[in-house]
Every structure is written in structure tokens, then in C-alpha cells.
């Protein structure tokens, strides 16, 4: 071989491979993407695509597509690798709208929940939710526009009906998180709206029952029904489900077992609600006078769901208030609230719903403070006394005692005290001439009178004219004798006069003052 050539061959330098963008592999005549999926690593082919520098690029810009898609949770395995063996483990989906979401959720909620419960989700959804956000899709919900919705154009709607609302949306989304279809809970950093503190209770006061209960009117029936109310303390819903069949005349009790709520019987929300109740005198004399109106009257048949829908029990029932002008059950609120308000201004009692009989009955029990807020709060049917005092109770300030008299009263028990010399010996004057001449009159008939100025003996030691004023507390009554208990004597002296015959009642007494 020629030396010039050697030389040639031996000072060319080898090829150098070109660097390959990041996730980007050549396996053999195969350009390979790799990437991370729901924290696994996958390589997959790119079918049909030879090995070119034009090739490498495009497999790069696809490789940043399917980041992103899996980072917006809207990556679909199957239907970009569909000749994939993982195609099968994630099976193609389309992503649903919070719209779609919402409609599901809805669904669900009705096997669970009760009708009134599903009604309000309804047009929460209907009017609020799926009008601004039901044509979007979860990974496209910002947390800055959500914040800026609920502040600015729901700021109209008071507190409670905002929170209630978002309710529904916070479900969705939250269930969008755990399914892995979102990676992040835009509502995790958003906080429900802080309600003012302030209690519902708006209760009637002693003068303004009264003035309820004696406005004649010829609805007889809701008339019984708000005495009975005010003084057993249910709820609206489970007054109009009572049934003469809850009643138990020999113990004057009654049993919450249902509840009507948008003209939809159920049971109580929770164990509590379910109780037996004692009846007080007042709610049982309305119960009296209501059974010469509906007692008689043949039974209606109703459909009552179990707890979580699964069943539906049928029973046959002789409601107990009716509506006096229809003859019917009463299955709203509503329907009352026009008889409610002309009775209330006809009584002259300033306008409250009609709820407030049983705010009534709980405020009343709590302004006496006589009973235990745990005993009133378990009447009412709640599971803590927390519910009695935000919504229930409030301290009606017309029945209450005059609790101000009573505690100027408990702090001056005690006299009050002199503050001179001068006028404590005033004082002690003043005590010497009213004692003084009512026990000399009594000396005359006694043999061996006391001597006034020298008082001496017993445990008791030397006592003064000021131990014989009297006293309303037993210890110290005995202390004109010198005693310190009251064992020693059978009676104790009731009267400044009657220590002038302790030496009769006590030969002891009197061998000691013969002695000096």
C-alpha cells in the first residue's frame, strides 16, 4: 500500500453520532419514545416512520404533545398508540364537561338522597352551575376564575345560598381529582364563605303568644297547631307528618317517626330526630281539643322512602292537622304562610316564619334557666347542644326575672360595714337602749336574772349585747349561749327576750353565777 495513503487512512478522524432530543431513542430501524405515565416509564415505536433527521424532530414535537395531554389529565393512550400492547390497560375514553359531570352526579344523589334534598341540586345546577360552567371541561377550571366568579358575580346572593350552591361543583371536581382525571383541586385553596354569626331564632315572647293563641279565627285546626308547637317544640315538617297512630294516650306521649318536606314524606335525617316525647300539659290539652276534628277520619295511604332509597314502605295514617278550609294535609310551608300572616296581624305581633314556634319553644326553656340544656337539646332532637345555642335558643330578655333585682340582692347580703369608730360605738348606743328595757321587763318574773354587763362561760367565752340581736342563720343563734354547737341545747333562742330564761332552761348557768 502506497505510504501516502496509509498515512491518509490512519489521520481521518471516526464519525461522531448525532445527540438525539431528550425521550427520543433509535432502536435499530425504530425511532422509540420514551415518557413517564401515571408514575411508570413507557418506550413506544413510532410505527411507519424510517430513521431521518427529519423523522427525529417530528417524534420530538410529538413527545411534548403527549406531555402536555398528560399533564392537562387529557391523555389518551389507546387512541395515540392504538397497535400498542398497554392500549388495553387504559382503554379509550372521552373526557366528560363539568356539564355532563354534574348531570351524573345528579343521578347518583337521587338513590341517596331525599327528594327535597335532590330538588335543591337541581335548580342550584339548572340555574347557577351548568349555565357558566357546564360547556368546560375539568383540566380548563382556574382557581382565579372560579374565585372571581363566586366574589364578583354571585356577591348578590347572600352567604348561605352561595355556599349551598357550589356545594354540587366542589363534589364534581373533587371526584374528578380522585379519578385522576385533574391533577390538581382548584376548590382545595378556595374556602367556603364565612357566615355572619348570627342565630335564626327570632322567638315570640310570653305576652305575644298569649296574644297568638287568644286572636280568634276560624281555622280552628292551624290555631291547635301553633299552640301545639310552641309548647312540644317539632319542627314544621314533622308537625305536619304526625298521625293519630303516634300518639299514645295512656303515657301522654307522641313519636317522631316521619317528616314532609315539599309534599314528599321521608324519615328523620338522623337517629336523633326519632324520638318519644313527653308531652307537656299545654301541647297535650291542643292535642284534646284536635281530636274531636280529624280522629274519626279514614286513614290516607302514603309511600315513605327508607334511609338511602332502597325501599319504600307504605303506611296507612290519620294525619292530625289539617287544613281547615281544604280538609287535606298539610304538605308545605308555603301554603300556611298567607293564614300565618294575617293571623299574625290581626294578633298585632310584629311578622316571623312560621318555624319560629319551635325557636319559641327552645328559647323559652333556655331564658328560665331552670332545666339542662343537654335535656332541651335531646328533646329537640339534636345531637349536641352547639345546634340549640347557634340556631335554637336565644334569651328573651320580656320572660326573663329580674335578674338584675336578684343580684343586687345576692351581693348586699351582708350589712354594710362602718367606717368609723365613731360610728360603730353610735351603732352599738343605739342597740344597748332597744335590748335594755324589754329584757329588764322580762327579769321581773324571773328568779335569778342574768346579769346584763358580765355574760360569762360556756365554749363560747365573754359575750356582748351584739350576740343577741337576731339572726336567721342557726350557728349563730346558739352563740348567746356560748355554744358552738347546737347538741348542747334542745331550742335554740328565737328572741333577744327568751336568753333572759337560760338560766331556768340550764341549771348549769345558774350554779355558775351562784358560785361568784
Known amino acids: 500500500m502506497d505510504k501516502r495513503n496509509s498515512e491518509s487512512m490512519t489521520s481521518k478522524k471516526p464519525k461522531q453520532k448525532k445527540k438525539l432530543p431528550p425521550g427520543i431513542r433509535i432502536h435499530g430501524r425504530k425511532i422509540r419514545i420514551d415518557f413517564m405515565y401515571q408514575n411508570k416509564r413507557y418506550r413506544e415505536p413510532l410505527i411507519g416512520l424510517k430513521v431521518t433527521d427529519a423523522n427525529i424532530k417530528m417524534a420530538a414535537r410529538k413527545r411534548d404533545a403527549i406531555l402536555y395531554a398528560i399533564e392537562t389529565q387529557t391523555f389518551d393512550y389507546a387512541k395515540e398508540f392504538p397497535n400498542s400492547r398497554h392500549a388495553k390497560l387504559f382503554p379509550s375514553i372521552t373526557p366528560k364537561s363539568v356539564g355532563e359531570a ?152 307522641i313519636t317522631i317517626n316521619r317528616a314532609c318536606v315539599l309534599g314528599e314524606y321521608k324519615r328523620p335525617k338522623n337517629d336523633k330526630r326519632r324520638r318519644t316525647l313527653k308531652l307537656f300539659d299545654q301541647a297535650y290539652e291542643a292535642l284534646k281539643r284536635q281530636k274531636a276534628l280529624t280522629f274519626m277520619l279514614p286513614p290516607a295511604e302514603v309511600e315513605i322512602p327508607e334511609k338511602r332509597n332502597k325501599r319504600v314502605t307504605t303506611e296507612k295514617l290519620r294525619f292530625i292537622f289539617l287544613n281547615t278550609l281544604t280538609g287535606k294535609p298539610h304538605t308545605d310551608s308555603k301554603e300556611t304562610n298567607v293564614l300565618w300572616a294575617t293571623h299574625l296581624r290581626k294578633a298585632g305581633v310584629r311578622h316571623r316564619g312560621i318555624n319560629q314556634c319551635r325557636h319559641t319553644f327552645a328559647s323559652r326553656l333556655l331564658t328560665t334557666g331552670r332545666y339542662p340544656e343537654k335535656w332541651i337539646a335531646n328533646y329537640l332532637g339534636h345531637t349536641s347542644t352547639a345546634m340549640l345555642h347557634k340556631h335554637y335558643g336565644k334569651f328573651i330578655e320580656a320572660d326573663a326575672p329580674d335578674l338584675e333585682k336578684q343580684a343586687s340582692e345576692d351581693l348586699n347580703l351582708l350589712p354594710p360595714k362602718p367606717s368609723t369608730q365613731e360610728d360603730i360605738a353610735t351603732e352599738r348606743d343605739e342597740e344597748s337602749q332597744n335590748l335594755v328595757p324589754n329584757l329588764s321587763q322580762k327579769q321581773k318574773n324571773v328568779k335569778n336574772p342574768i346579769k346584763i354587763n358580765r355574760l360569762h362561760g360556756g365554749e363560747g367565752g365573754i359575750r356582748t349585747l351584739e350576740a343577741f340581736r337576731l339572726t336567721h342563720f342557726p350557728g349563730v343563734l346558739l352563740r348567746p349561749l356560748g355554744h358552738l354547737t347546737r347538741g348542747y341545747t334542745n331550742r335554740p333562742p328565737l328572741y333577744t327576750s327568751d336568753c333572759a330564761n337560760a338560766t331556768a332552761r340550764h341549771p348549769a348557768n345558774g350554779r355558775r353565777n351562784r358560785r361568784r
Open 102 to 253: 354534574l348531570d351524573d352526579w345528579l343521578k347518583l344523589k337521587q338513590k341517596k338522597c331525599a327528594v327535597s334534598t335532590v330538588r335543591g341540586y337541581e335548580k342550584d345546577i339548572r340555574r347557577y352551575l351548568k349555565p357558566r360552567w357546564g360547556h368546560y371541561y375539568f383540566p380548563q377550571l382556574k382557581k382565579t376564575e372560579l374565585e372571581y366568579w363566586i366574589e364578583i358575580d354571585l356577591g348578590h346572593l347572600a352567604i348561605k345560598t352561595i355556599n349551598n350552591l357550589l356545594a354540587p361543583f366542589r363534589f364534581v371536581v373533587k371526584d374528578a381529582f380522585l379519578d385522576g382525571v385533574i391533577g390538581k383541586d382548584p376548590f382545595a385553596r378556595i374556602p367556603y364563605l364565612e357566615k355572619e354569626e348570627t342565630t335564626e331564632a327570632d322567638p315570640f315572647s310570653g305576652e305575644e303568644l298569649y296574644r297568638l293563641l287568644n286572636t280568634p279565627t276560624h281555622r280552628i285546626q292551624e290555631l291547635n297547631y301553633i299552640e301545639f308547637a310552641c309548647f312540644s317544640g317539632v319542627s314544621v315538617s314533622e308537625g305536619f307528618a304526625l298521625a293519630w297512630e303516634d300518639v299514645d294516650w295512656v303515657n301522654r306521649t
